[in-house]
């Protein structure tokens, strides 16, 4: 079972310090220290290493899990990115851009170089890359394997409407392949998928909509741009009591009918197959995970 909890994953522009403590007090599973899209012009990348740094060694960020997300290849950024900020408190780095699964084994064996250097664990850094173009949709399943690094991808999808030149329709229509694709894609490879943000930060009505979605579409999690949302993301993302409680008792029952040599077990008039028995273990492992990280 995944030892990850990524039902949050939040954008914090790096080099603003007052969003970085705002936070540090959010209870996101995750913070995306960002480097690259939010944080202009240039010379303000180095400032949002600097801050990460700095906030790290004053003992921030110490109940979440640290993602700086990085430059791309191309961009002449990446190398400061990932020399500078493979140091503790950091658990790993969400790659944007990723076209295919050659970007990700370039990264992993630079990471790789790195650990070697510093005399850290090789494999210690783990990434998610962000897939937000035609392309990296249509290679997402190559993308996860790309590298034993990758726990998790997550959909990026105004750039993706971009590439795709369509139209991001209020239905959501145009997102509806893409993301069945990406959660499909992640779970053949066993890593986690992740949604898209959600654009109308203000809109809470929407974003429940979106949730039930995401779902349904089999995501674990999704990505956050205000901490007003995680709420709502948490809800959604977590087994309820009575959820937690069902898994349970189906689990006794299924273990009581094998006991009494029955070839099945019986809850509220349903069969017990072994694929609800999977499932049931699942919500036993995310629930007592959630419970873990809450203590």
Known sequence: ???????????????NERLMDSADRSNADVLLLDIEDSVQPQQNKQVARDLIIKSLQEGKFKNHKV???????????????ISQLSIEGVDGFMYPKAECGNDIYFIDKLLETIEYEKGIPVGTFKLIPLIETTSAVLNAQD???ASKRVIAIAFGCEDYITDLEGIHDLEGDSLFTARAMIAMAARAERVIPIDTVHIKVHDYEDLEKNLKIAKKFGFEGMLVLHPKELELVHKYFSPTEQEYDDAVEMIRLSEIAKKEGKGVAIMNGKFIGPPMIKTSRK?????????????
């Open 143 to 145: 993308i996860c394997k």
């Open 67 to 81: 993602f700086p997300r990085i430059n791309d290849r191309e961009s002449g950024h990446l190398l400061k990115d």
């Open 283 to 295: 919500i036993i492992s995310k629930y007592q995970l959630i419970n873990e990280s809450s203590n």
């Open 1 to 15: 079972m995944n030892k990850y909890m990524l039902r949050s994953l939040m954008f914090v522009p790096a080099h």
